[in-house]
């Protein structure tokens, strides 16, 4: 069992540059996260979906969008990659969403630099 | 509203020696709380979780936490530091029906020989 698998593993983009960053799971999990880590800051919810269809705004969502079509999949698209965008990203699931006591299952991250 | 405070961005023990690692949180309902723990160039995973049975929680790798609701604390402890320990340690929060889980800054352990 895979779990998450997230791509790219590392990305430089030029600033106003459209970047996808793609995140799959295998588990059959209800619902899926988008954070970012920045040093000295901890990890930030961009986005999340508690089941295929639905999206929410977490923390930090301006300048980010995702999509939600299927059970396993949770790209997260950055329009217009401005510098500030620089950062490690993590994508996490966890079996229903809804219950706060749910362990959340974490991707390798991707790591970008936007120039 | 949530939040946790990690006190000490940065913790230094010698191996074999005792590892804490302080973690404060405030919720307005009654919180679930978590750690991680996440190794060079990784993804997190998860070390232990409270969720309102026991309050002595033990985790993997010999970790252990103790949910205090006077103190508002859930410290992070091992007796015995192993070189391989080295790593960030995550305290996070979450409250009732709420699934968002809120992050501290993080810990990062050093274990020196």
């Known amino acids: 069992i895979a779990g998450i698998t997230q791509a790219p593993t590392s990305q430089i983009l030029a600033a106003g540059r459209r970047m996808t960053l793609r995140c799959t799971q295998d588990m059959r999990h209800n619902a899926m996260y988008w954070y970012r880590q920045d040093l000295g800051l901890g990890l930030r919810l961009i986005h999340y979906?508690?089941?295929?269809?639905?999206?929410g705004k977490g923390e930090v969502p301006d300048g980010y969008s995702v999509s939600r079509a299927n059970t396993d999949d949770f790209p997260l698209t950055l329009a217009s990659a401005v510098p500030s965008q620089t950062s490690v990203y993590f994508c996490?699931?966890?079996?229903?969403?809804?219950?706060?006591?749910?362990?959340?299952?974490f991707g390798p991250g991707t790591r970008l630099l936007v120039l | 509203a949530q939040s946790v405070t990690q006190l000490g961005s940065h913790v230094s023990v010698s191996e074999g020696a005792l590892v804490l690692l302080r973690c404060n949180y405030s919720s307005s309902v009654p919180p679930y709380l978590f750690w991680y723990v996440q190794y060079p160039n990784q993804g997190l995973q998860l070390l232990l979780k409270y969720t309102s049975a026991a309050t002595l929680v033990k985790g993997i790798n010999g970790f252990e936490a103790e949910f205090k609701k006077s103190e508002t604390s859930f410290h992070l402890t091992k007796p015995s530091a192993h070189m391989s320990d080295a790593a960030e340690y995550f305290c996070a929060v979450s409250g009732g029906s709420n699934y968002k889980l809120t992050f501290g800054k993080g810990t990062l352990l050093t274990v020196n020989p």
């Open positions: 979906s508690n089941t295929a269809g639905t999206t």
């Open positions: 996490a699931s966890s079996p229903q969403g809804l219950a706060g006591q749910e362990t959340q299952y």
